[in-house]
């Protein structure tokens, strides 16, 4: 199949870890965290899931034209230096 | 229970990533092949973790939750004997009769192997079991989001389950529709690494919190953090049932009775690239399969650990009591009418055990993380719905369509009537759901239709794939016999302090069983055994096929698969290997 599913898997850890990231970023000191022990659950696994998603994302994006079915690989694109 | 933007928005990406996939893969569906089959192009690891992730459904990890709080770590059993034994095997002996026949789905072995008779009693029950299935899932997601109210204050309070259940139903329904068995499989792969990772930091402080396993053995009856103990005699362990009882009933007939024969998981092995690929896709199934009881049965007894005088989350549960007692964090039941907290025969507290996780998400999880972990659990239902909605499309327009109403139309048809499938099974699903009974724990109303319609299965395909004398007549009687000698055990038993109707006794009390867990294994073992014996019967009595016809179906005549070019670590015998060694060490650390 032309999708490599560690394209989407690593975008959609990407994106989710990142906003965890971030989101934990602002609330860090917040009294939500009393929930999770005190610690800032957001920050530590939104890293970890974004790190995760680079790994994924990166070996899905290198393999994802090899066994394409529709489009032209690209040796086959006009644009392709001979 | 409020949700912050955070959380919702953290919802919003997976929905837009399981619809994207579907999206992308539409332009790959242009044969039935590629639609039902995922073109056979599939990777090992791929096949694998969807072989998992289609059987995580609702009774994966709400059930597995529920019963990890109930019984404790002997929920495991379900892994470590109910389930890991069965895929090596299946893996390493049945995967070259399912991918080298050609087959193209579980019934359709049964008609190469057997006759049209057997296949069509495998394809209209399977059917019906999928969409039951199906249906379940649908319905346990639809009462989860009302009881957490998670759409509280946004739709009104009594719609909430069917926005729940159309929602879900639209969401399956447009992935399948448009990129068929691949689009299923690769959103399994996707709910797979989703479960893992809202659930995994939710183990994390819940331990932290509790004191480890230690603090577990501490806080709670040796019985509830020890899986063998106890386990000579059905009185003296939490499970009701005694180790033959589980060994047999569970770990032989019913755990190698669905992970061997039914087509939900087999179809994702099949779809494998190769027959090593298919072959493997049991197995490395099994690695991630043996750990999951720390996901999924863990957070149950953390979730009965916690002191109780440290938990408020239970007042956010639509459902919950306030005024009663709770199990660590599990609330009590609550009379829907009345609001008062429930009482059993004996006065005793009926606590809602199928809210342990989702409770322990409320205990743990702030915003942003908590939109994480609710997102796993929708996604936990979705890839258990999706399973059986691409099981039902492929069964119905192969073995049932195909067979028996247009036999001699083009594949672009076929592939159209894989979608137009789609579509039935999710209404048939949508019915399911309205349909589905009160059973407390879900589980035990899977575990009662899959002990109907699997148990006498495995009979039929261990035969046919090992004993060339088998037939089609045996296998055919034995399969009738087997189902009907389940259901009488079922009329004629009950377990203890239930009331005859449901759940058994329904001809005459006949014995009583200490659980409806041993009631359902004996079930089984009947039924297996029932058809063990009238396919043998029957088979000696008719007449077998002759041998070159069943080359490619039947182990002994078949030439066994070809491995001198793999590395002795790249064969499945040495994969499988290591998994039992791994379960081994398990079953000894938890004994």
Redesign the interface.
């Known amino acids: 199949m032309g999708l490599d599913i560690r394209f989407p898997l690593g975008l959609m850890f990407l994106v989710t870890g990142g906003l965890m990231t971030v989101y934990g970023f602002f609330t860090r000191g917040s009294a939500i965290y009393q929930k999770s022990l005190g610690d800032n659950l957001n920050i530590q696994w939104g890293i970890v899931m974004f790190l995760f998603g680079a790994l994924m994302w990166y070996l899905g994006k290198r393999q994802s034209w090899k066994n394409d079915p529709v489009n032209p690989r690209p040796w086959e694109r006009p644009q392709y230096p001979h | 229970m409020t949700l912050t933007f955070?959380d919702w928005?953290?919802m919003l990406?997976?929905f837009v990533?399981v619809l994207?996939?579907g999206f992308?893969?539409k332009?790959?569906m242009r044969t039935s092949n590629d639609f039902f089959l995922?073109?056979r192009?599939?990777p090992a690891w791929?096949c694998g973790l969807a072989f998992i992730s289609a059987n995580l459904g609702a009774q994966e990890v709400i059930g597995m939750g529920a019963s990890g709080a109930k019984y404790g770590i002997a929920t495991s059993h379900f892994y470590w004997i109910g389930a890991v034994p069965a895929m090596v095997f299946v893996g390493i002996f049945m995967m070259p009769f399912y991918y080298g026949s050609k087959a193209r789905s579980v019934p359709e072995y049964l008609r190469l192997r057997f006759d049209e008779k057997t296949r069509a009693v495998n394809a209209f029950s399977f059917a019906i079991m999928t969409v039951f299935s199906s249906g379940i899932s649908m319905y346990a997601m639809a009462l989860l989001i009302q009881t957490l109210g998670l759409f509280h204050g946004i739709i009104p309070d009594q719609y909430i389950f069917h926005v729940s259940v159309l929602l879900s139903a639209v969401i399956v329904l447009a992935y399948i529709f448009l990129g068929g068995l691949?689009s299923a499989i690769?959103n399994e792969?996707?709910q797979f690494?989703l479960i893992v990772?809202g659930f995994a930091?939710l183990v994390w402080?819940g331990l932290?919190?509790v004191g480890g396993w230690h603090g577990i053995q501490q806080r709670l009856p040796g019985a509830m953090t020890h899986s063998w103990q106890g386990m000579t005699h059905a009185n003296t362990n939490p499970l009701g049932v005694e180790w033959f009882g589980l060994v047999m009933g569970l770990g032989f007939v019913l755990s190698f009775g669905y992970w061997c024969t039914d087509f939900l998981v087999v179809q994702r092995a099949m779809a494998a690239n190769s027959e090593e690929s298919a072959r493997r896709v049991p197995l490395i199934a099994a690695i991630p399969k043996m750990f999951f009881p720390f996901l999924v049965i863990l957070p149950g007894l953390i979730a009965v650990s916690i002191p109780v005088a440290q938990h408020a989350a239970q007042n956010h549960l639509v459902g919950a009591s306030t005024a009663g007692t709770s199990l660590g964090i599990i609330p009590q039941k609550v009379n829907p009418v009345s609001g008062a907290p429930m009482l059993d025969e004996k006065g005793q507290p009926v606590y809602n055990y199928d809210l342990a996780i989702p409770a322990l998400l409320l205990?743990?999880?702030?915003?942003?993380?908590l939109g994480?972990g609710l997102t796993a659990l929708l996604a936990s239902f979705m890839s258990g719905m999706a399973g059986n909605v691409t099981a039902f499309n492929t069964v119905w327009t192969y073995d049932i369509y195909q067979s028996y109403i247009n036999k001699r139309a083009t594949d672009a048809h076929y592939l159209m009537m894989g979608r137009i499938a789609t579509v039935g099974g999710i209404l048939l699903s949508i019915g399911a759901a309205y349909a589905a009974t009160s059973f407390n724990n879900i589980m035990d109303a899977l575990q009662l239709v899959f002990s109907f319609v699997n148990a006498p299965l495995f009979a039929t395909f261990l035969l046919g794939m090992f004993w060339k004398r088998t037939t089609g007549h045996g296998a055919f009687s034995g399969l009738i016999l087997g189902t009907g000698a389940a259901l009488l055990h079922h009329g004629l038993t009950l377990p203890q302090d239930a009331a005859p109707g449901l759940h058994g006794a329904w001809i005459k009390l006949f014995r009583t069983y200490p659980s409806d867990m041993a009631q359902n294994f004996w079930t089984a073992i009947v039924a297996f055994s029932v058809n063990l014996l009238v396919t043998i019967a029957i088979s000696l009595m008719t007449k077998p096929r002759p041998e070159p016809e069943l080359v490619g179906l039947v182990y002994s005549l078949t030439p066994k698969p070809v491995e001198e070019h793999l590395a002795w670590w790249q064969k499945p015998a040495s994969l499988a290997i290591a998994v039992l060694v791994l379960l081994v060490i398990l079953n000894l650390v938890f004994a």
């Open positions: 955070i928005l953290i990406v997976y990533f994207g996939i992308t893969l332009r790959y995922a073109g192009s599939i791929i691949t690769y792969v996707l690494f990772a930091p402080v932290k919190n205990h743990y999880f702030p915003s942003g993380i994480l």
